[in-house]
């Protein structure tokens, strides 16, 4: 089979962001499955429903994007115990204008990071109860990754052999998940 195009969602604007260090390493070690893609969502303005129409341009071209991606991968940090305030103003953008969704029937896993204990377990959890509600087919299970200096290293090598072992079969897991769908898709049409 093909590899599948991964599109990937960091939701941080930070420029040394440790969540796309993760996202970086995560696309690395599943480069045997995806094809991966990162999906900018920095350039699109405040959702607006004055703006739908038509959609100014990073937003066709966020829209299009995700449209054209097999399965979407979401790594992001946790601000104020949620979602950061970028991400879910892309995620609001993917879901308009009415009717012209690009999030439905898309297979997604979702991961972070941060220097917490906890890492990013509520902002998990919030963000699994938003993409649901947008349609998308979530990857069951937990990956919460507390990010140490160096865990990445500049070549987006995982130093921790642990940590390098948990995020191989996180990615794998979700390559077997989103490949069974792109198989159901493709037997339906």
Known sequence: MAKLKLGIIVGSNRRESINRKLAQALAKLGANDF??????????????????????APVARFKAEVETSDALLVVTPEHSRSIPAVLKNAIDWGARPWGKSSWPNKPAAVIGTSGGA??????????RAVLGNQGLHLLGGEAYIQFKPDLVDAEAGVTDESVRGFLKAFIDRFAGFAGRFVLDRAAAA
């Open 35 to 56: 094809e991966a893609h990162f999906i900018a969502i920095d350039d699109l303005p405040m959702y607006n429903q004055d703006h739908e129409q038509p959609v100014p």
């Open 118 to 127: 906890i890492s990013t377990a509520v902002a998990q959890q919030h963000l």
